[in-house]
């Protein structure tokens, strides 16, 4: 009774709304377009007129389902709520026919990469070698993916996983002409085609007859895809479009015969008879004319790979190769890349497993001072960042492939998340690696600089991590604003909303006190893992208030909040990189496998690491002016047109 009593008062604080904030989910209206997206990044901003719609496929599920209903881990992470199914135990969705079939292809994979395909050599060459083209399609390799009946091998997203670890630890340049290919290039076919363009296309994509493209950024749609000018103009007949426009930076794009192109087209609402201008996919052979592409373009790294511009004039594109309906390219698109964006995280777990090794090797048998290096503290500790990074990244990687091998639709903020961690994690590591061989990591003789300079376009395409550090944090401000919503209703009804209110209440007292949530871990991790798992559940409690409070300050106004967004985001990052190991290192010691020790040792260090920045980043997030500050440096320097300050000698 007590508790009912302080329900009115304590809540007051969600009534003091005014002009300032009303509980409700982050609405697209409210997110302008200067924040959205590159041409993968779901925080894109459809614009339909003056209308603009956040991530339209997130918007279209949570017609279906409420918050409630999701069993994403990271989503619950911006509530304080412990959403296990997906992360608890470590899943794994092998059958032992699907794993046998691994363990029948990774090993020819393997040789193939290191005794028939030159990484330097397609480097040098800014192509792939014919007989690794030709060696690939034998493999299947062009269609991991593409279901038997359609020629394909028809692997689950798990095995499709393991198998781009293996390319990505031998050549991201031929990763990319695969990737560009399957992942992206024709899955829309996988995801949305009638049985009839599964037909048509699939088996000659699968064996590599055809190569696929994806169409999308635009010299004037970047970060923001939604913008693309692009259009396809329906015939009066009904019967095909004509499409014109340009793309520019298309992998594969000299190559492919067939394109998935994304163009604005004229779309009447059934309901009103109004007509906007919205964005539709197409299936684009290049045989249908009016189509061409540029020269190669000349790159920093990824230099196998074909990357070029391609330009529609004017081709005539059949109605009934529409992908989806008509209106749903946006919805199409960001499917497309939301599904594709964990083999980039398999990819980057298999590069680091390659560098390590190479900078593992070195360290052994490099003698300095009399001693090997691999003594010095100094390696020490570069190697063991190393390894956790990958650790993490690889842990990521199968758990998310897993999840969606097991149906789980609800896992956008997951695959973000992981895009930005590989990418990352990759990079460092490469950069250490060069960093511990010295001058001869610097050689291109060695290798390890081709690998760095590929590496740096993972931060890029695929949603740059700066845009998808917006999605990620304004995705769980979504989440944590429909909580608070719910929570609104139950105030102005409290009578019938007696146990939501007292959960509520009792949740912020505890939160308040320092006395935490009372989430546990306990049931979910190996118990030589406890201290780890009490570091993240003290880190989930103080991240999901302050998530709150920001919400509270800002409503709708915290999409202007950059500076804070991409700190939550870093803190999300952080959160589920301890989950996703103290899951897997749980595994590993409840089977009592040969490495459970170290992975007990790299996931503790984790947890220990990521719970201190936590709480430093946390507390203080809007408590100081370095924001301001560096506002002021940033516009300073714009004014300028550069540095400001002049040469300290004066000239």
Request: proline share 4%; net charge neutral.
């Amino acid at each position: 009774m007590q508790g009912a009593r302080a329900g009115p008062g304590l809540c007051l604080r969600f009534l003091r709304l005014g002009s300032r904030w009303t509980p409700v989910a982050l609405s697209p209206q409210c997110c302008g377009p200067r924040l959205y997206s590159t041409q993968t990044a779901q925080a894109t901003l459809e614009k339909s007129g003056r209308k603009t719609t956040l991530e339209a496929d997130a918007t279209t599920k949570r017609k279906a389902k409420t918050t409630e209903d999701s069993k994403s881990f990271a989503a619950g992470m911006f509530m304080g709520q412990l959403r296990p199914e997906q992360v608890f135990p470590y899943p794994s969705a092998l059958s032992e026919e699907q794993a046998q079939t691994l363990r029948e292809l990774v090993p020819p994979v393997t040789r193939f990469f290191e005794e028939v395909n030159n990484a330097a050599a397609n480097d040098a060459l800014e192509q792939v070698e014919n007989q690794t083209l030709q060696g690939l399609k034998e493999l299947g390799a062009f269609g991991l993916q593409v279901p038997v009946e359609y020629g394909g091998l028809g692997l689950s997203n798990t095995q499709y996983a393991r198998l781009v670890d293996v390319v990505g630890a031998h050549d991201l340049g031929v990763g990319i002409v695969l990737g560009a290919h399957q992942s992206i290039g024709f899955k829309g076919i996988l995801l949305y085609g009638s049985p009839e363009q599964k037909t048509r296309y699939l088996p000659r994509l699968a064996t590599g007859e055809a190569v696929a493209a994806f169409c999308l950024t635009e010299p004037g749609s970047g970060s923001d895809a939604a913008s693309i000018r692009s259009r396809a103009v329906p015939s009066p007949c009904g019967g095909f479009y004509t499409l014109s426009g340009s793309k520019i930076w298309i992998s594969n794009g000299g190559l492919a015969e067939i394109f998935t192109v994304f163009a604005k087209t004229p779309v009447t609402d059934t309901a009103t008879g109004s007509v906007t201008e919205k964005i539709t996919a197409f299936i684009v052979e290049r045989g249908f004319g009016g189509v061409t592409s540029g020269p190669p373009e000349k790159k920093m790294g990824i230099k196998a790979s074909n990357t070029a511009e391609v330009h529609f004039d004017g081709t005539r594109v059949p109605a009934t190769n529409v992908l989806g309906l008509p209106g749903s390219g946006f919805k199409v698109a960001m499917n497309i890349l939301n599904n594709g964006r964990f083999g980039m995280a398999a990819a980057m777990a298999g590069t680091m497993r390659g560098v390590i090794a190479r900078a593992v090797e070195h360290a052994a048998n490099r003698t300095q001072f009399g001693d090997k290096i691999h003594n010095f503290g100094i390696i020490q500790e570069k190697l063991a960042r190393m390894a956790m990074l990958q650790y993490v990244t690889e842990s990521m990687a199968y758990m998310i492939s897993a999840n969606m091998d097991q149906g789980a639709t609800d896992f956008q903020i997951e695959a973000a998340i992981s895009k930005i961690f590989a990418s990352e994690a990759a990079w460092a590591a490469t950069d250490e690696c060069i960093q511990i061989m010295g001058g001869m990591g610097y050689m291109r003789e060695a290798g390890v600089e081709r690998v760095m300079r590929d590496l740096r376009i993972f931060r890029i395409f695929e949603g740059t991590n700066d845009i998808l550090r917006l999605f990620v944090a304004l995705n769980g401000f979504q989440v944590a604003g429909n909580k608070l919503q719910a929570l609104q209703r139950a105030v102005s009804n409290p009578l019938s909303s007696a146990g939501v209110l007292a959960s509520s209440i009792t949740e912020r007292i505890r939160r308040k006190a320092g006395w935490g949530s009372g989430i546990s871990l306990q049931h979910y991790v190996h118990p030589s893992l406890d201290e780890s798992a009490e570091l993240m559940v003290r880190s989930l409690d103080l991240f999901a208030g302050t998530v709150e409070e920001i919400l509270l300050r800002y409503g709708k106004k915290i999409v202007d909040q950059q500076f804070m967004l991409k700190r939550v985001a870093d803190c999300a990052i952080d959160l589920y990189a301890m989950g996703v190991v103290l899951s897997r290192a749980s595994r590993a010691l409840a089977e009592g496998q040969p490495t459970a020790q170290h992975e007990k040792l790299l996931c503790d260090t984790w947890c220990q690491e990521a719970s201190k920045r936590l709480m430093a980043t946390l507390p203080k997030l809007d408590a100081d002016g370095t924001f301001r500050d560096l506002r002021g440096i940033s516009r300073a320097l714009v004014e300028a047109g550069g540095v400001v300050c002049p040469n300290p000698l004066g000239f």
